[in-house]
């Protein structure tokens, strides 16, 4: 009887252990789903690789994608995180909660639209009045500024119908009608660069961490033949010091108009490989990775310095 018992003992735990298996991923090691906002892509690339490189066993799949379809690439399970300039909406929350899904958003980043013109254009700035005006079909022509020399049409220049910029600049301007205002849109941040090199009377809204990494020789390249719009609060500035560029100063300093929050947002129900990135986000040297894209970490990477008094 005592045999049959300890047969019996030894039966179940195997189920127990065969029932429990281990997640597939963890910190440190896995494969994984990613999905974000392709305006975000230079600093996106910069922090997975890093981590990659710091955890050879850790691979993420990350797919660049107009952020509302990243956004729905998640919902549906098909990627793990999702970068985003945007908080999920009543009616996103509503699927994880039918779901019975507990989601985490953690913001990361402020960055900022850049605006950008040809170098053969020789305005380079504008207000936000100006740019409201735009947005709302009153100024439609470059000579129409207060310091306008560019002649012809205004034509603004955008990313995708579902980005992020877009979105982002019919929300900033309260946009009701699209059909006052000239919007051209192509199929990504790289296409906008390439449009407004080549139309003078082109202006141009990107994801600012497309230029503005000194070191990065795709940003080197992109920033060829190109003026970044100083944009000013005021409607009559009295300098041009009352103008600022989307630059990481003016970023964390809250000068620059056109800036947004970053956020990382998981569905990752256990300690995994998403936790992981995330953590070596906000916790570690991926805000230094942040910085180093020309955005404003929201939780800068403290340096410890000691000085001997010799």
């Known amino acids: ?13 195997t189920g127990l252990i065969s029932c429990s298996k281990p997640p597939p991923d963890n910190p440190s090691h896995g494969t994984i789903n990613v999905t974000a906002d392709e305006s975000l892509e230079p600093m996106v690339e910069s922090i997975y690789k890093a981590y990659e490189g710091v955890y050879p066993g850790a691979k993420f799949n990350v797919s660049f994608k107009p952020e509302q379809e990243a956004i729905t690439t998640m919902l549906r399970d098909s990627a793990r995180l999702v970068f985003s300039t ?3 909406n009543d009616n996103e929350k509503s699927v994880f909660t039918k779901e019975k899904i507990k989601y985490k958003s953690e913001f990361i980043a402020t960055d900022g639209i850049a605006l950008i013109v040809g170098r053969e254009n020789q305005d380079s700035l504008i207000t936000m009045p100006e740019l ?7 100024i439609t022509r470059w000579e129409q500024l207060k310091t306008g020399s560019q002649k012809g049409p205004i034509v603004l220049v955008f990313d ?13 301007f309260n946009v009701s009608d699209l059909s006052r205002i000239k919007i051209f849109t192509v199929k990504s941040n790289k296409q906008v660069i390439d449009y407004v090199r080549k139309n003078p009377t082109a202006l141009g809204f990107i994801g ?8 990065s020789p795709l940003a080197a ?15 009559n500035p009295g300098s041009i010091d009352d103008f600022f560029q989307p630059f990481q100063k003016n970023l964390g300093l ?5 800036r947004r929050n970053v956020y990382v947002i998981s569905r990752e129900a256990h300690a995994g490989l998403g936790g992981g990135l995330v953590n070596y986000i906000v916790r570690d040297v991926g805000s230094l990775l942040i910085e180093k894209s020309g955005l404003w970490p929201a939780k800068p990477y403290i340096r410890e310095v000691y000085l001997e008094k010799k």
Not at 132 to 138: D, L, R, V
Not at 221 to 235: D, F, H, P, Q, T
Not at 254 to 258: A, E, H, M, S, V
């Open 160 to 172: 995708n119908n579902n980005s992020s910029n877009l979105n982002f600049a019919l929300k900033q």
């Open 221 to 235: 390249e992109l920033s060829k033949n190109l003026r970044v719009m100083g944009v000013s609060e005021k409607a």
């Open 132 to 138: 409201n005006a735009i947005f709302q079909g009153k």
């Open 1 to 13: 009887m005592k045999n049959l018992i300890t047969i019996g003992i030894g039966l179940a735990l």
């Open 254 to 258: 809250k000068l620059y108009p056109l």
């Open 86 to 88: 945007r908080e999920l």
């Open 208 to 215: 600012v961490n497309w230029i503005s990494d000194g070191d």
